[in-house]
């Protein structure tokens, strides 16, 4: 790897260490083992730096949440069985992405501090409602953009909204199976059992 690679790989590492906020070009520094004046001349500055390395977290989570949904829900489950399906796996992954959980609800707490990074991460909420909507409806994204901001903004709500409550008590956090007899209900089905 070259010092572009080792300071992303550094600043990554440093998000789920330290957060966004309390990491510093000397802690990416001494992550990556390159040299400060690496971090101006490939990335411009430490917050954009950081900004990539959250960006590229958020991302991998969302390809190992398709690649591991590929294999978990096959793509004629009926759309019950599929969202509890889908609900489970996401729960499931929170573990290995507890910390790029964390950097993203420390960052919201700045977003007016940062008004770089609301930008990019405005930009990047419509990419990944555009996503969300295609997992769960188990279609390509491209011919559905108008699912975006209906059912992606709908899984995206729900999706902050089950990270914050298995962040803060795990034990007690919705399942796969609390979400989908959930949405039964709200949608007028009978209860199950």
């Not at 900004?51 to 989570?61: C, H, K, P, V």
Request: proline content about 4%.
């Amino acid at each position: 790897m070259g010092h572009r690679e080792d300071l992303l790989a550094g600043a990554k590492r440093c998000l789920y260490e330290k957060g966004y906020m309390r990491t510093t070009a000397r802690d990416i520094v001494a992550a990556s083992g390159t040299n400060l004046g690496s971090i101006g001349y490939h990335y411009g500055s430490k917050d954009a730096l950081m900004q990539q390395a959250l960006l590229e977290s958020i991302e991998g989570w969302g390809e190992e949440l398709s690649g591991a949904l590929a294999e978990a829900v096959g793509d004629r489950a009926a759309p019950p069985e599929r969202f509890e399906a889908i609900w489970t796996r996401v729960i499931d992954l929170m573990e290995s992405h507890r910390m790029m959980w964390a950097a993203n609800f420390e960052i919201l707490a700045y977003l007016d501090e940062l008004p770089e990074i609301r930008k990019v991460l405005a930009a990047a909420q419509d990419e990944g409602r555009s996503g969300l909507a295609s997992i769960f409806l188990g279609l390509p994204e491209e011919g559905n953009e108008h699912l975006t901001g209906t059912v992606g903004a709908l899984c995206q709500a729900l999706l902050v909204g089950v990270v914050g409550q298995w962040m803060l008590d795990p034990d007690n956090a919705p399942t796969g199976r609390d979400l989908a007899e959930g949405m039964r209900v709200l949608m007028g089905a009978r209860p199950a059992g």
